[in-house]
């Protein structure tokens, strides 16, 4: 049978070729939110709780299995390979969070989440007790910035649970097993519908649109700014008819107090609604740098 394409086995066209899912686009926190919805996908029903950046103290998810184990998880996202001194950091800081009581232990099982990869001394690290031991001391103090103490190193030499990997690969195989998470996470999505020339005079349709409004923008003020001070007064009496109606406010011929604007002003807001002519000869008196407005209809 010949394979034209990987679509029927969950990967979109954009992906056919790859051999593992593009990990290293993620940012480290989307990555172990695509870990935590894949082991809550694979295992309903179960508790798996997400810690992410809540000071997790070495635990990113945590996993409590059917017959009572208790699995720590440690996401690592990297573009490289994780060597063995990113290990033992790790496994130094976990041990010392268990130590000091951090961290709510036991943990039956460790597990690193790795992609790509780990290198052969990563590997041979978790894979073998002994090469943590003689590790351990030294793992210790560069973690801690001091000499740890006797029981830290102690308890790091004696402590030893199940620990695993699982990489890019097998991460991969199992991801592909959900089309939701790789509708989710590695689909792309079309933002715009159409084709280049769609697109082309959509956009000069929306800067014509732009162009012209600022052209009737300017028009506007320009009307304004042409307006002289003899100008202004006749149609701001106009404007303000009947606001020289108001007892003891105004009068044909007569200014505002300057003591009364501002209770004139906290009146008019509640008994009149300024035009639009008025708003206009305000901004034309602003625009002309008059200093004395005068203060009658």
């Not at 184990?69 to 800081?93: P, T, W």
Request: charged residues 25%; hydrophobic residues 40%.
């Amino acid at each position: 049978m010949e394979l034209k394409s990987l679509e029927p086995f969950g990967l979109p066209p954009w992906l056919e070729g790859e051999t593992q899912l593009p990990f290293s686009k993620f940012s480290g926190d989307v990555f172990e939110i695509l870990c935590f919805l894949l082991l809550k996908a694979e295992n309903p029903g179960q508790k798996i709780v997400y810690y992410g950046k809540t000071k997790d103290q070495g635990r990113d998810i945590v996993r409590w299995h059917a017959n009572g184990d208790v699995e720590l998880i440690q996401c690592k996202r990297f573009s490289k390979n994780v060597d063995a001194s990113q290990v033992k950091a790790e496994l130094a800081k976990l041990v010392s969070n268990l130590f000091y009581k951090r961290l709510d232990g036991p943990f039956d099982r460790v597990t690193f989440y790795v992609v790509p990869d780990l290198t052969s001394g990563a590997q041979g690290l978790i894979d073998d007790q002994a090469k943590w031991q003689a590790a351990a001391e030294e793992s210790l103090k560069s973690f801690l910035k001091k000499t740890p103490s006797g029981e830290l190193v102690s308890f790091a030499k004696q402590w030893w649970p199940e620990i695993t990997s699982e990489k890019a690969i097998s991460l991969t195989l199992r991801i592909k097993a959900f089309p939701d998470l790789i509708d989710e996470f590695f689909t792309l999505r079309k933002v715009v519908d159409g084709s280049s020339e769609d697109v082309a005079k959509a956009v000069v349709d929306l800067l014509d649109e732009r162009e012209e409004r600022k052209t009737q923008e300017s028009a506007e003020v320009c009307q304004i700014a042409k307006l002289t001070i003899d100008g202004i007064a006749p149609a701001f009496t106009a404007a303000s008819r009947s606001l020289r109606q108001w007892p003891k406010t105004l009068s044909d011929g007569k200014w505002i107090p300057a003591e009364d604007q501002v209770s004139f002003a906290a009146r008019s807001l509640n008994a009149f609604a300024i035009t639009d002519t008025l708003l206009k000869l305000i901004a034309a008196a602003a625009i002309m740098g008059l200093s004395n407005m005068p203060k009658n209809g």
